[in-house]
């Protein structure tokens, strides 16, 4: 799924339905003729070097060793909130603490008091190993998650590289708070992290330099975990809800040729928001400020080359992949957020609540919207998302597999659209019965070529009386095949999307949410739609042309759906059996029996 992607399938769809049209038209004419915490004190700032951890980490261990000292300042003898003296308190050696729950291992080292891994423990990679969240490539260029953003870059680089001291070390169990700090006489950090049992981490931050605050805000500065491919890079966005409405970005807007970029590194964008954060296919990354009136968002995009291995400076400026981060926090204060990090999982998003945007009730916590808005259903989520909760409902309550409830959802489906269905398999079989007579009318307006002629009126009124004397609706043919592919496209955005849906498997497919590796599934599409073509009555074509059209319009689709995920395929494959099953019951009814007999006598008739 790249930028724009469901955009260029819709065109792609929209543009063979025309051209299948408009090749009937010039064959028939022409062929053939058939709440915010403060500041830290003084009292705070002075307090011992060592910070409690809680209960939870009771079993940490000893902080690594750290130099602590008072160094008298100018300030001294100043009546303000600096105090009479600055400590210096830095570690001697960098050192590891480890917090786990059931849903994560996060690694946090003590240089720039930042997270060098964060595994998801119920999910994996596409190796089969645990996924981490902190991406291999990007963090070690520029930065790793809950690093601090300033906009002095020396300054961001001197307090993101420093060594904290840790208040815990070795490994931790959840619920633990763990709490790092560092200052060298001129600039001070304090950030303390709040673990719990869920995907949400709570952070408070407070830099302050030379005396005053400065806005240092948490960030997760570029990329995913399981971003590793083309695809995966693309479907990176920025995102973030204001009270209104919801914000995505890609790192490029435009469509082909026209495409820009649409990010640029370092943009700041002021509140109110509900929450921001980064997202990519089926995780993300936000961030959920404790006063979203004053929250601010600095977009972050950077690029990695596509081959590490690549030598070219030419090819290695050329050929890259976007990286797309987020810094949010509170200006000129101190910052106080939660920090999401997980699958873009229905039942897991609802969960989570951002605060209210009303500043003096923040303090009270009230809930705001929750963040399963992160999951983006595309333009035909209006039908996807409704089509994803009965598909989960029947995973949860009828058969325990993604593929074989996306076949009895498929089922329903096209038992919903059968009357559809039927009426425009009725009207194909009725049209052959009046294709002589309306050959005979094509015959005796044959000279009429222009379609402002007078006598292109006259010819629709004889065709259109043929019609209606034997209740054959013209757009009875088109309506059906309109209507199932906004059913189409919503699969396709409902597996673009859903968490839940990746890696999941179904007989041999390993992942529904990625393309068949074998194009079994691919294939089966052309296979079916041929044949189902093949006992579809062509109306009004010649033999060459009908012929041609049932080659072409199941190759051309075929082409599509190789890039397809495999769950679409299963979806496709489902409904062309379950449509070339009606459409075999059809042309044996009573119905096509009589029709075929009066063709038959007709026929007979005319050798005569």
Same mark, same amino acid.
């Given at each position: 799924?790249?930028?724009?992607?469901?955009?260029?399938?819709?065109?792609?769809?929209? #543009?063979?339905?025309?051209?299948?049209?408009?090749?009937?038209? #010039?064959?028939?004419?022409?062929?053939?003729?058939?709440?915010?915490?403060?500041?830290?004190?003084?009292?705070?700032?002075?307090?011992?070097?060592?910070?409690?951890?809680?209960?939870?980490?009771?079993?940490?261990?000893?902080?690594?060793?750290?130099?602590?000292?008072?160094?008298?300042?100018?300030?001294?003898?100043?009546?303000?909130?600096?105090?009479?003296?600055?400590?210096?308190?830095?570690?001697?050696?960098?050192?590891?603490?480890?917090?786990?729950?059931?849903?994560?291992?996060?690694?946090?080292?003590?240089?720039?008091?930042?997270?060098?891994?964060?595994?998801?423990?119920?999910?994996?990679?596409?190796?089969?190993?645990?996924?981490?969240? $902190?991406?291999?490539?990007?963090?070690?260029?520029?930065?790793?998650?809950?690093?601090?953003?300033?906009?002095?870059?020396? #300054?961001?680089?001197?307090?993101?590289?420093?060594?904290?001291?840790?208040?815990?070390?070795?490994?931790?169990?959840?619920?633990?708070?763990?709490?790092?700090?560092?200052?060298?006489?001129?600039?001070?950090?304090?950030?303390?992290?709040?673990?719990?049992?869920?995907?949400?981490?709570?952070?408070?931050?407070?830099?302050?330099?030379?005396?005053?605050?400065?806005?240092?805000?948490?960030?997760?500065?570029?990329?995913?975990?399981?971003?590793?491919?083309?695809?995966?890079?693309?479907?990176?966005?920025?995102?973030?809800?204001?009270?209104?409405?919801?914000?995505?970005?890609?790192?490029?807007?435009?469509?082909?040729?026209?495409?820009?970029?649409?990010?640029?590194?370092?943009?700041?964008?002021?509140?109110?928001?509900?929450?921001?954060?980064?997202?990519?296919?089926?995780?993300?990354?936000?961030?959920?400020?404790?006063?979203?009136?004053?929250?601010?968002?600095?977009?972050?995009?950077?690029?990695?080359?596509?081959?590490?291995?690549?030598?070219?400076?030419?090819?290695?400026?050329?050929?890259?992949?976007?990286?797309?981060?987020?810094?949010?926090?509170?200006?000129?204060?101190?910052?106080?957020?939660?920090?999401?990090?997980?699958?873009?999982?229905?039942? $897991?998003?609802?969960?989570?609540?951002?605060?209210?945007?009303?500043?003096?009730?923040?303090?009270?916590?009230?809930?705001?919207?929750?963040?399963?808005?992160?999951?983006?259903?595309?333009?035909?989520?209006?039908?996807?998302?409704?089509?994803?909760?009965?598909?989960?409902?029947?995973?949860?309550?009828?058969?325990?597999?993604?593929?074989?409830?996306?076949?009895?959802?498929?089922?329903?489906?096209?038992?919903?659209?059968?009357?559809?269905?039927?009426?425009?398999?009725?009207?194909?079989?009725?049209?052959?019965?009046?294709?002589?007579?309306?050959?005979?009318?094509?015959?005796?307006?044959?000279?009429?070529?222009?379609?402002?002629?007078?006598?292109?009126?006259?010819?629709?009124?004889?065709?259109?009386?043929?019609?209606?004397?034997?209740?054959?609706?013209?757009?009875?043919?088109?309506?059906?095949?309109?209507?199932?592919?906004?059913?189409?496209?919503?699969?396709?955005?409902?597996?673009?999307?859903?968490?839940?849906?990746?890696?999941?498997?179904?007989?041999?497919?390993?992942?529904?949410?990625?393309?068949?590796?074998?194009?079994?599934?691919?294939?089966?599409?052309? $296979?079916?739609?041929?044949?189902?073509?093949?006992?579809?009555?062509?109306?009004?074509?010649?033999?060459?042309?009908?012929?041609?059209?049932?080659?072409?319009?199941?190759?051309?689709?075929?082409?599509?759906?190789?890039?397809?995920?495999?769950?679409?395929?299963?979806?496709? $494959?489902?409904?062309?059996?379950?449509?070339?099953?009606?459409?075999?019951?059809?042309?044996?009814?009573?119905?096509?029996?009589?029709?075929?007999?009066?063709?038959?006598?007709?026929?007979?008739?005319?050798?005569?």
């Amino acid at each position: 799924q790249d930028p724009d992607a469901q955009k260029r399938l819709i065109i792609v769809f929209a #543009l063979t339905f025309l051209a299948i049209i408009i090749s009937q038209q #010039l064959m028939e004419r022409y062929g053939p003729k058939p709440a915010p915490k403060t500041a830290p004190t003084q009292t705070e700032a002075t307090a011992a070097t060592q910070s409690t951890i809680s209960p939870g980490a009771t079993a940490a261990g000893n902080n690594p060793p750290a130099s602590v000292s008072k160094v008298p300042t100018a300030a001294a003898k100043a009546e303000t909130p600096a105090a009479a003296t600055v400590e210096t308190k830095q570690a001697a050696a960098e050192s590891d603490v480890v917090i786990e729950n059931d849903l994560y291992r996060v690694t946090i080292t003590n240089r720039g008091a930042q997270v060098k891994s964060w595994i998801l423990k119920q999910h994996q990679d596409n190796k089969g190993k645990r996924l981490d969240m $902190v991406h291999p490539v990007a963090a070690p260029r520029y930065g790793y998650p809950l690093s601090l953003y300033t906009y002095d870059e020396a #300054l961001r680089n001197k307090i993101n590289s420093a060594l904290y001291v840790s208040s815990a070390s070795g490994t931790v169990s959840a619920p633990a708070t763990a709490t790092f700090e560092f200052a060298d006489g001129e600039t001070s950090v304090r950030k303390t992290f709040h673990f719990d049992h869920s995907h949400v981490v709570k952070v408070e931050t407070s830099v302050t330099d030379k005396g005053s605050i400065v806005s240092a805000y948490p960030m997760w500065p570029s990329a995913l975990g399981d971003q590793e491919n083309a695809p995966s890079f693309g479907a990176g966005q920025i995102i973030w809800q204001h009270p209104d409405k919801i914000e995505r970005k890609n790192a490029h807007s435009g469509f082909f040729l026209t495409g820009t970029t649409s990010i640029s590194h370092g943009n700041t964008l002021k509140g109110p928001f509900y929450w921001a954060g980064v997202t990519d296919q089926f995780f993300s990354a936000i961030f959920l400020p404790d006063d979203p009136a004053n929250a601010t968002l600095v977009e972050l995009h950077k690029t990695i080359p596509q081959d590490s291995n690549e030598k070219d400076p030419a090819k290695l400026a050329k050929n890259v992949y976007s990286v797309l981060g987020a810094a949010v926090g509170k200006e000129n204060s101190p910052t106080s957020v939660r920090l999401f990090v997980g699958p873009k999982q229905l039942g $897991v998003l609802q969960k989570v609540h951002a605060y209210t945007v009303d500043a003096n009730a923040a303090s009270a916590a009230p809930m705001g919207p929750d963040l399963e808005g992160v999951t983006d259903y595309g333009f035909f989520g209006v039908i996807a998302k409704p089509l994803f909760l009965w598909l989960k409902w029947t995973h949860d309550h009828m058969i325990a597999n993604w593929g074989w409830s996306i076949i009895i959802l498929t089922i329903i489906i096209n038992l919903v659209l059968f009357p559809l269905r039927y009426t425009s398999m009725k009207s194909a079989l009725l049209q052959q019965k009046i294709a002589p007579e309306l050959k005979a009318i094509n015959h005796k307006y044959r000279e009429v070529k222009s379609l402002t002629d007078p006598r292109q009126a006259e010819k629709q009124r004889e065709i259109s009386a043929v019609m209606k004397r034997e209740g054959i609706n013209p757009m009875s043919g088109c309506f059906p095949m309109l209507i199932q592919l906004p059913f189409l496209f919503a699969f396709y955005s409902m597996l673009s999307a859903a968490n839940e849906l990746r890696h999941a498997n179904w007989l041999w497919v390993k992942d529904l949410s990625s393309p068949d590796p074998y194009y079994i599934l691919p294939v089966a599409i052309v $296979v079916t739609m041929y044949v189902m073509q093949r006992i579809t009555p062509m109306t009004g074509m010649d033999p060459a042309q009908a012929k041609m059209m049932q080659t072409m319009m199941p190759l051309m689709i075929g082409a599509i759906s190789f890039s397809l995920p495999a769950g679409l395929g299963v979806y496709w $494959v489902a409904g062309n059996l379950i449509g070339f099953a009606l459409q075999y019951a059809m042309n044996n009814s009573k119905t096509a029996r009589e029709i075929r007999e009066h063709l038959a006598k007709r026929e007979g008739k005319r050798k005569k």
